[in-house]
């Protein structure tokens, strides 16, 4: 509240960063250091839920929307509120999902197994590395994504912050956030309380190092059918955040 700020921190869109910078402003505020080293998933958790204890004229402080609090050349009104949204080209945002929750070393695909437990009839491929293919996974969004039937970390952007009901002021693609973040929180007067971002080195991910090659390689596992059914699963965030894919060429664009 004290600095207007309100994000929709969708999954797999580097959120971790953005967890990071709110908790590292809340030590400073308290006059207190705040090493990475402190910092926990717990934090995260904290984060999401002070939406919730706010009061009907604080959320509605946080939703107002100020001539000029979207201009990108000049300095934000002082009764600005600062509305952002988190986003990923949604086959990055997916295939980089598929790869943490269902390696076969992660832990968390017991966890989605258990609470969706027709994940199992979908099951098909023998995949030494992860216990469900990515084929057989993208089968299951397509027929359960839209009726919420999946965890939250694959639920179209556009289902979990609503754009067209919340009026945020400015939208941050992970693929360019490095240029994007630290212009937005210089908006905010922010420069000294940027945590870092924790993410991978290019490489370090499924889709990190060259992202039209890496997607590509992940869709072509998939029918013809199938990725038209992926995109329309996902047609909202592709068209509401300025992404494309060709189905012909199988090369995603709209980073910038």
């Not at 390696?103 to 969706?116: C, E, H």
């Not at 009026?167 to 941050?172: A, R, S």
């Amino acid at each position: 509240m004290p600095h207007k700020l309100m994000i929709c921190a969708v999954p797999k869109t580097g959120t971790t960063t953005w967890h990071r910078t709110l908790w590292t402003m809340r030590r400073k505020r308290e006059g207190l250091d705040a090493p990475q080293s402190l910092y926990n998933h717990k934090i995260s958790v904290f984060n999401q839920a002070m939406v919730m204890k706010l009061n009907s004229r604080e959320g509605g402080i946080l939703m107002r929307h100020t001539t000029g609090d979207d201009n990108f050349y000049t300095d934000p009104p002082a009764d600005a509120s600062f509305r952002i949204l988190l986003t990923r080209h949604p086959f990055a945002r997916l295939i980089s999902g598929w790869n943490q929750k269902f390696m076969v070393k992660s832990n968390y695909w017991a966890y989605l197994f258990k609470t969706f437990k027709r994940l199992l009839d979908y099951k098909r491929d023998v995949d030494t590395d992860y216990v469900m293919s990515f084929r057989d996974f993208s089968r299951y969004i397509i027929d359960n994504a839209l009726s919420g039937q999946i965890d939250f970390h694959f639920i179209p952007a556009t289902m979990l912050c609503k754009p067209c009901y919340y009026d945020f002021t400015y939208i941050v693609k992970a693929e360019s956030v490095a240029i994007d973040e630290p212009w937005f929180l210089n908006r905010l007067n922010l420069t000294d309380v940027y945590a870092g971002r924790k993410g991978v080195p290019p490489g370090g991910s499924v889709v990190n190092g060259d992202l039209v090659e890496n997607i590509k390689k992940y869709m072509k596992t998939l029918s013809p059918k199938l990725i038209k059914a992926l995109y329309w699963t996902y047609k909202d965030d592709f068209e509401y955040f300025g992404y494309t894919f060709n189905f012909d060429t199988l090369e995603a664009g709209g980073f910038e």
